[in-house]
């Protein structure tokens, strides 16, 4: 009996130990050598991030343009205008200056035509007059202020922007800031406008208004 339960316990023993090692080497086996086919995945991926023109929030749809404007920050960051994904005029392209900053774009097929910059602190503003006048019914105007786009405009100025479609010509003044999109023959006034007042109690930085960012889509114009 001695012997018998001996070797039984010897038996199970061996089970025991073997068993273990079994189980052991399959699960190791399992977690370094087992692999999902690909069509399972780990799981799912997100969608790479959609390019859009001028880093709008949005894409366009078919038959409009995509702009961004930005104002200046005070006088140390200038602005910036992007029409179509095609950077016009920054600071990176060394063509803006302090005052207002136009660019000029046919409204058909998107071609940049003219961009300029005047200095309505200290510059002449018959120029400006001169470049707004000479505006064709076709072409979009951007427009983006830098530092101080008020001091030298006057009625006439004012009037000519207005018949652009501007809601905020007639009040810009000393170190505001604004960014507009228009046109020659509008109907009515332009939805793509912005304005912020040089107003010490709520200006942003020391003696100017935050910069101002309008970005949208506006309608191809189709002769």
Same mark, same amino acid.
């Given at each position: 009996?001695?012997?018998?339960?001996?070797?039984?316990? &010897?038996? &199970?023993?061996?089970?025991?130990?073997?068993?273990? $090692?079994?189980?052991?080497?399959?699960?190791?086996?399992?977690?370094?050598?087992?692999?999902?086919?690909?069509?399972?995945?780990?799981?799912?991926?997100?969608?790479?991030?959609?390019?859009?023109?001028?880093?709008? /929030?949005?894409?366009?749809?078919?038959?409009?343009?995509?702009?961004?404007?930005?104002?200046?920050?005070?006088?140390?960051?200038?602005?910036?205008?992007?029409?179509?994904?095609?950077?016009?005029?920054?600071?990176?392209?060394?063509?803006?200056?302090?005052?207002?900053?136009?660019?000029?774009?046919?409204? /058909?097929?998107?071609?940049?035509?003219?961009?300029?910059?005047?200095?309505?602190?200290?510059?002449?503003?018959?120029?400006?007059?001169?470049?707004?006048?000479?505006?064709?019914?076709?072409?979009?105007?951007?427009?983006?202020?830098?530092?101080?786009?008020?001091?030298?405009?006057?009625?006439?100025?004012?009037?000519?922007?207005?018949?652009?479609?501007? /809601?905020?010509?007639?009040?810009?003044?000393?170190?505001?800031?604004?960014?507009?999109?228009?046109?020659?023959? $509008?109907? /009515?006034?332009?939805?793509?406008?912005?304005?912020?007042?040089?107003?010490?109690?709520?200006?942003?930085?020391?003696?100017?208004?935050? &910069?101002?960012?309008?970005?949208?889509?506006?309608?191809?114009?189709?002769?």
């Amino acid at each position: 009996m001695r012997v018998s339960g001996l070797l039984r316990f &010897l038996s &199970l023993t061996f089970f025991l130990i073997t068993l273990w $090692i079994f189980s052991h080497s399959y699960t190791s086996f399992s977690l370094k050598n087992i692999r999902l086919p690909r069509w399972l995945g780990s799981g799912s991926k997100e969608s790479p991030a959609v390019k859009t023109k001028c880093d709008l /929030s949005k894409p366009c749809p078919a038959n409009f343009f995509a702009f961004k404007i930005c104002s200046g920050a005070a006088n140390v960051v200038g602005p910036s205008i992007c029409f179509e994904d095609n950077m016009i005029m920054s600071s990176v392209k060394n063509n803006v200056g302090r005052g207002l900053n136009i660019a000029l774009v046919n409204g /058909s097929t998107g071609m940049v035509l003219k961009k300029e910059y005047f200095d309505m602190y200290s510059g002449d503003p018959t120029s400006l007059v001169k470049f707004l006048k000479a505006i064709l019914e076709d072409e979009l105007v951007l427009v983006a202020s830098y530092d101080d786009p008020g001091t030298k405009m006057n009625d006439e100025i004012r009037k000519l922007f207005s018949n652009l479609g501007s /809601s905020y010509a007639n009040q810009l003044g000393f170190r505001d800031s604004w960014v507009f999109l228009g046109a020659r023959g $509008i109907k /009515s006034k332009s939805p793509f406008e912005q304005y912020l007042k040089n107003n010490p109690n709520t200006n942003k930085y020391e003696g100017w208004p935050e &910069l101002l960012e309008l970005e949208g889509c506006v309608p191809r114009k189709v002769f």
